[in-house]
């Protein structure tokens, strides 16, 4: 049983490969940027479902280069979601919590009304509705805020910044889920072998890790697990401007994927140890 999944390159793609039973193809094997290049991936592999764990990621850029943002986010995942329907397999599709406004304090329901912000958003918003116009079996799992020990992310970044500086500032007033990749992995492939069984399952969803925090939160937490002596300061985003604007209010209702699927919220704080841990590992396996 072949699960073929989209974006060897990214966190979660890099996690779904170390699952039995995926095969997660690069930009370079199925670039979603060219029309034709993912469904024809899909027919010639004739797996029994596809996870598309591959995006463009650029939030900041995507303001400048929004078309091709909106190519790989929003007419991609409609043309996987087709050649699916045609092979009557199902399509596991991830997004994002920047299909939101971010106003408020209250945890945003699969159900509630979208607003994106920027670039990025609109582009992860076509292609969620792009998969749900299809109408074949299918799951939009909306995430957020994801690391790991690979890629980008702000894992990563704060504890290079903490290893060279003893304080740095950081935004308080946005609220949100950190999630371990290799969870959001997880939870893709377990939903899609529920869509097998079941296919009136589809529908959309959401998976962010516990507890909600804010990014300065959740850099205190990895600089203490790290063992990094680092003052933090808490900032407005009003004073770290960025090209894109983020949504204060990543809060995210998850209720709905454990009624259906039996599938908890992680424990980030679990997942940042894990994280911790084979990134320490990796660095001595570098060791000569």
């Known amino acids: 049983m072949t699960v073929l999944a989209f974006g060897a390159n990214g966190q979660v793609g ?10 997660v193809l690069s930009r370079a094997e199925a ?11 899909i027919d010639e592999f004739k797996p029994v479902a596809v996870i598309n764990a591959a995006a463009y990621t650029a939030v900041d850029q995507a303001e400048s280069d929004e078309a091709l943002a909106t190519a790989i986010n929003g007419d991609a995942p409609g043309e996987m979601a087709r050649a ?4 009557g397999i199902p399509l596991v599709h991830i997004s994002t919590d920047y299909v939101f406004a971010g106003d408020g304090d209250t945890p945003f329901n699969p159900s509630d009304p979208v607003a ?19 109408g074949s079996a299918h799951v939009v799992l909306r995430t957020s ?39 959001i ?19 959309t969803y959401h998976y962010a890790g516990a507890p909600d925090c804010s990014w300065a939160d959740f850099a205190t937490h990895i600089f203490d697990r790290a063992g990094l002596d680092v003052e933090v300061t808490r900032i407005p985003s009003s004073a770290y401007p960025t090209p894109a ?20 919220r992680p424990d980030w704080r679990v997942g940042l140890d894990e994280v911790l841990l084979a990134m320490e590992e990796g660095s001595h396996d570098k060791t000569p």
């Open 245 to 264: 604007k983020r949504p204060l209010n990543s809060r995210m209702a998850c209720a709905t994927t454990t009624e259906a699927f039996g599938i908890e």
């Open 14 to 23: 890099t996690a779904l490969a170390r699952l039995e039973g995926v095969t």
């Open 31 to 41: 670039d979603l940027s060219i029309p034709g290049k993912c469904a024809q991936a």
């Open 185 to 203: 992995a997880a939870t893709a492939l377990r939903m899609v072998r529920a869509l097998l069984d079941d296919p009136s399952l589809s529908g």
């Open 145 to 183: 805020w994801v690391f790991s020990e690979t890629g980008t992310n702000f894992v990563k970044t704060m504890l290079k910044l903490g290893a060279e500086r003893a304080a740095l500032s950081i935004v308080d007033d946005q609220h949100g889920g950190p999630t371990p990749a290799r969870d």
């Open 116 to 134: 994106p912000l920027g670039a990025y958003g609109r582009s992860k918003e076509a292609g969620e509705r792009a998969v749900r116009e299809v």
């Open 84 to 87: 699916c329907a045609a092979l």
